[in-house]
């Protein structure tokens, strides 16, 4: 049995903000989009958990599969689930696109900017869980608080940022994309609520949404990990204590008691 809480890790973006929740340390002045939480070790984990914080839309963009990544002389392709946990009236998420295209069709509406047309911009609200597998063509949009949990590769192909002075990667991200429109259900799972939000028979690793009351244990199957992210309440697993805004990674038997609750909280597992 092991366990470690992980280390925030701050990235400014273009599209980032200033005023992070308060579970976060303040931005100071910075445009802070995301946190990531690492390994002290420098450890390759196979997953990595994110928080998300838009003022602006993201870039649309899309991530390789495993093999394609390979073939690129990469560790790992990237998937990826978001869940969401706060947005503006009128947020949206964009997934796939509105109609299928031909890759010449594709790679002009991204050279001539009418791209940002052809996606299915669909409306969010918080506990709204999105899968997004590699090859899907997405964008989160402005005024969004989410997590994400995706596998742990820095690999993205940006196909248009609106004007943003930035690298594209149009010919490997044509290469790849699923010129289709997104046909995965919606999955709602407030917090507050239980679900499966992902199995490992569809995606590299499992998530679900929990919620304690009081104290739980969880089995996580031998050999693999478990990384925790309580959203809501407090308490100790094993001993160790956790809040809303931290991230653990745990291997083995786990006892988690809630102190402050109830506690809402992410557990994925990599396949």
């Known amino acids: 049995m092991s366990m470690q809480k992980l280390a925030p890790h701050y990235v400014e973006k273009p599209w980032g903000r200033t005023d992070l929740p308060p579970i976060f340390a303040p931005a100071e002045g910075r445009q802070i989009g995301e946190v990531w939480f690492e390994s002290a070790d420098g450890r390759d984990l196979p997953l990595l958990v994110k928080y998300i914080f838009t003022s602006e839309r993201l870039s649309i963009q899309v991530?390789?599969?495993?093999?394609?990544?390979?073939?690129?002389?990469?560790?790992?392709?990237?998937?990826?689930?978001?869940?969401?946990?706060?947005?503006?009236?009128?947020?949206?998420?964009?997934?796939?696109?509105?109609?299928?295209?031909?890759?010449?069709?594709?790679?002009?509406a991204a050279q001539d900017g009418s791209l940002e047309q052809w996606i299915d911009w669909k409306p969010v609200r918080p506990g709204d869980c999105y899968f997004?597998?590699?090859?899907?063509?997405?964008?989160?949009?402005?005024?969004?608080?989410?997590?994400?949990?995706?596998?742990?590769?820095?690999?993205?192909?940006?196909?248009?940022?609106?004007?943003?002075?930035?690298?594209?990667?149009?010919?490997?991200?044509?290469?790849?994309?699923?010129?289709?429109?997104?046909?995965?259900?919606?999955?709602?799972?407030?917090?507050?609520?239980?679900?499966?939000?992902?199995?490992?028979?569809?995606?590299?690793?499992?998530?679900?949404?929990?919620?304690?009351?009081?104290?739980?244990?969880?089995?996580?199957?031998?050999?693999?990990?478990?990384?925790?992210?309580?959203?809501?309440?407090?308490?100790?697993?094993?001993?160790?204590?956790?809040?809303?805004?931290d991230c653990l990674l745990l291997e083995g038997n786990c006892a988690f008691t809630v102190t402050a609750g109830p506690a809402s909280a992410l557990l994925a597992i990599p396949r």
């Open 63 to 108: 991530h390789p599969d495993d093999a394609q990544a390979v073939a690129k002389g990469l560790a790992r392709g990237k998937e990826e689930i978001w869940y969401i946990l706060d947005c503006e009236p009128g947020a949206t998420l964009g997934i796939g696109l509105i109609a299928p295209m031909t890759p010449d069709q594709f790679r002009a």
């Open 132 to 245: 997004i597998p590699a090859g899907t063509v997405h964008a989160i949009g402005a005024g969004i608080t989410l997590a994400e949990i995706q596998q742990n590769a820095d690999v993205t192909y940006r196909l248009y940022d609106y004007g943003r002075p930035r690298d594209l990667h149009l010919e490997d991200g044509v290469a790849v994309s699923r010129l289709t429109p997104y046909d995965r259900p919606l999955v709602e799972a407030p917090l507050g609520s239980e679900a499966r939000l992902i199995g490992d028979d569809e995606a590299p690793f499992s998530l679900d949404l929990v919620h304690w009351s009081k104290d739980q244990g969880v089995n996580v199957p031998n050999g693999r990990l478990l990384w925790f992210t309580p959203l809501t309440g407090a308490g100790t697993v094993n001993g160790l204590p956790w809040k809303k805004g």
